[in-house]
Nanobody, 120 residues
Framework: QVQLVESGGGLVQPGGSLRLSCAAS????????MGWYRQAPGKERELVAT???????NYVASVKGRFTISRDNAKNAVYLQMNSLKPEDTAVYYC??????????????WGQGTQVTVSS
């Protein structure tokens, strides 16, 4: 049994910053890729950023240079530092991770989501 819990969302002004956190708990043998997705009203869920177990990162073009994804393997956690926020960043942000409770069997898990609203 594995659970992902996000925190750090909120209301900020354009140009402001937020730091999202996601911690995995439960029976965890290994975590491979972790990432952040977001979904705005009426839009499809969008991949924002990913980070591999080795620390390699990828970002959607719209957030490059503004967002930074990182992870702390000792804490089974992934973070998203969001700077220079824009109104178009407004969405529910979801944590995602591929987690194994054994040697080979990986499953994909989602957090419940945290609201990020960028508005003046």
């Amino acid at each position: 049994q594995v659970q992902l819990v996000e925190s750090g969302g909120g209301l900020v002004q354009p140009g402001g910053s937020l730091r999202l956190s996601c911690a995995a708990s439960g029976r965890i043998f290994n975590i491979n890729a972790m990432g952040w997705y977001r979904q705005a009203p009426g839009k499809e869920r969008e991949l924002v950023a990913t980070i591999s177990s080795g620390g390699s990162t990828n970002y959607v073009a719209s957030v490059k240079g503004r967002f930074t994804i990182s992870r702390d393997n000792a804490k089974n956690a992934v973070y998203l530092q969001m700077n220079s926020l824009k109104p178009e960043d407004t969405a529910v942000y979801y944590c995602n991770a591929d987690i194994s409770s054994g040697v080979f069997q990986y499953r994909n898990y989602w957090g419940q989501g945290t609201q990020v609203t960028v508005s003046s």
